[in-house]
């Protein structure tokens, strides 16, 4: 579906983005991620055809967006960070006014609108101003324009920004569906939402790809093993001298027990060691009330790669 190759965007002697290189699948929902200036957004630019590259190429199902850039923006929509909307138009004016726009044809635009106004869930507010919009109905809206043309490709730059929790799931919500039907890049500040609606990440940072890989890749990647939350019946000192005799074991890192008499500890481990520290507390009379994988979130894995990239 889209191929990015080589692509490189230089500002004078300042480069943006350097030597990029990925591929994305139909229907996949893609999380993009990066700090600050690490190019992320040039890169969404060029993929949408508002910058051309100095370098590479774009190819989207085959053709190259420098040669073919009126048939490649037919099937990407974009949602901005601050939605272009018309805030003296109602809902239904502007999306009318942006299907003209996109030329839809009349016979099929009013048909075509109450789907996608049905699909964001503004339906019932289509006549109001958007001036008079919640937040949230706002980029709703301006995921309507995007969707306008059935595209096949959405774009969508910080889709939950400024929305309360409740807003925030109703777009996530959203996004899950529409990545039924479209693939989908998300680009977010807010880690939590991208791990629940992404199925693969990119990261990006000084201009170039420092990870992409699923969150649960790159977790056991970075960790280069195996992460465990340990909850046991016993003192801190008899948990400790057991589980520091099992060679797998790298790091212990002790936290408070919501039990008490218990104690709560997360190891660190070289593979899988569930059965060893079975076996091991076992055979002390130490019983296990806890054990489940812990993860690193999508925040450390962010930090460690952007940081590590930075040092």
């Known amino acids: 579906m889209i191929e990015v190759t080589n692509l490189v965007r230089r500002y004078g002697h300042h480069i943006a983005v350097d030597h990029v290189n990925f591929k994305i699948k139909k ?3 893609v999380g993009f991620l990066g700090p600050n200036g690490a190019g992320k957004s040039t890169t969404m630019n060029i993929l949408t055809g508002y910058l051309s590259s100095t370098e590479g190429f774009v190819r989207i199902d085959g053709m190259d ?22 805030p003296d138009m109602t809902i239904d004016e502007y999306l009318s006014f942006a299907g003209d726009i996109k030329k839809i044809p009349k016979t099929e635009k009013n048909e075509h609108l109450n789907h996608i106004k049905e699909t964001v869930g503004v339906s019932d507010v289509s006549g109001r101003l958007i001036k008079n919009l919640s937040k949230g109905y706002k980029q709703r809206v301006g995921l309507a324009q995007a969707m306008i043309g059935d ?7 910080e889709p939950t920004a400024g929305l309360d929790p409740k807003q925030i799931m109703e777009i996530r919500d959203l996004i899950i569906n529409l990545g039924k039907d479209h693939t989908v890049i ?17 990261i990006m940072n000084r ?21 465990l939350r340990l909850r046991a019946d016993g003192s801190q000192e008899t948990v400790k001298g057991v589980l520091e005799k099992l060679p797998a074991v790298r790091k212990l890192e002790f936290q408070e027990s919501p039990e008490n008499g218990t104690c709560e500890v997360i190891v660190e481990a070289e ?7 079975f ?3 076992s055979a002390a009379s130490l019983p296990i009330l806890l054990m489940r994988s812990q993860d690193l979130s999508l925040e450390e894995i962010f930090l460690n790669l952007t940081t590590k990239e930075a040092s």
């Open 65 to 86: 967006i420098l040669e073919h850039p009126a048939e490649i923006k037919k099937k990407i929509g974009y949602l901005p960070e601050n939605p272009p909307l018309y």
């Open 279 to 281: 076996r091991a507390l």
């Open 151 to 157: 595209p096949h490709i959405l774009i969508l730059d």
């Open 186 to 202: 998300l680009s977010s500040h807010i880690l939590p939402e991208v791990s629940a609606v992404c199925n693969r990440v990119l």
């Open 207 to 227: 201009g170039s790809i420092v990870a992409d890989d699923t969150a649960e890749n790159l977790a056991t990647r970075i960790l280069g093993g195996s992460r």
């Open 27 to 29: 229907n996949e929902i």
């Open 271 to 277: 593979g899988d060691i569930r059965r060893e520290i």
